[in-house]
Structure formats: structure tokens, C-alpha cells
């Protein structure tokens, strides 16, 4: 009973890592530029909005389900009531995409967004979970380049001192290098 047992755990262990090694992987690294605007209320109520920065490293599973780590940095200053602010965010975000093929060179894209946020804004700092979605359109340059324009809403509950950013839209544009 405990070789059968062996046996058939080795076998099924056998068609995992088969089936794990026939999918097609490919990672890339690339960066993006953007535009993105925050929602902010309370003491300060001043929409804030500013070019967005990122790096981005991931795996593409398939050709249609991608994995990505993405670093952004955003940076605003403004004046309200004659005070200077000073907005700045990091983010660490993870993403996973479904990749719609709607020609050769050419994916439509939805996902899920989940991070963290680090924001600075009148001198006070909170990090927090942040969580939200994003869409868009890829295209491929060549074997190793593509391009996606995208929108990405990023809910967050930023609350220090009667200041609140309840969330960030970004619009963005990227360059990936495929491995």
C-alpha cells in the first residue's frame, strides 16, 4: 500500500512538473511615463496632479496572463490660501493581466491591481495597502519590444491629520524589453 501510495504521488509529481515546464515564460523589464492625478480632501482639498515615473519588471505566462512589479514615483507642489504643499507618493504595486490577442502585433488588456502607497503631503507620511484595476492596448515593436497605453485606478485611504487621498487615476505609457 505505502509503494502504491509512492508511486502514484511520483506520477502525479511527474505530470505537474510537465505540465509546469511546457508553459511558455518570458520575462521583461521596461519603464513608463504618465500622468496622474490624486483626489485629496480635508484641510488640504486640491486635487493633486503631476508626472508619474515607473520601473517595471515581470513575467508573461502563455502570451496571455502577465505578472508585474511596478515601482511609480508622482511628485506635485502647489499653493492654496497662500501656503506652499508639497505632494510626494511611492508606489509598490503587483499586477496581473489578462492579454486579449486582436491582431499580430496588437493585445487589448484588464487587470488587477495590489501595493502599497507611501505619501508625503504637508509634511505628514503614511504607507498603506492600496488595491484597484487598470486596462489598455499593447503593441509589439518587434520580437523583444512592446509599448502599452494604460489607465489605472489605485483606491487608497491615506488619513493623517484631517488630509485624505482617497484614490489615484493614472494614465501611463510604457517600453518593455522582452528576454
Known sequence: ??????????????????????AEVEFFAGAAAGYQTDTVEGKIAHDTEAAAWQGR?????????RITGTFSYMEDEF??????????QYSWLISYDYLLPVHKNVNL?????????????AGRTDTHSVYGGHAGAQYKWSKHF?????????????DRRDIK??????VYLTLDYKF
Open 1 to 22: 500500500m505505502k509503494n502504491k501510495m509512492m508511486l502514484a504521488g511520483a506520477i502525479c509529481s511527474g505530470f505537474l512538473v510537465g505540465s509546469v515546464n511546457a
Open 109 to 121: 488588456f484588464a487587470g488587477v491591481t495590489v501595493g502599497a502607497n507611501d505619501n508625503k503631503i
Open 165 to 170: 487621498i482617497d484614490d489615484s487615476q493614472q
Open 79 to 88: 499653493s492654496q490660501a497662500g501656503t506652499d504643499y508639497k505632494q510626494e
Open 146 to 158: 512592446s509599448s502599452d497605453i494604460g489607465y489605472r485606478y489605485i483606491a487608497q485611504e491615506y
Open 57 to 65: 519588471v515581470g513575467v508573461l505566462i502563455e502570451q496571455q496572463h
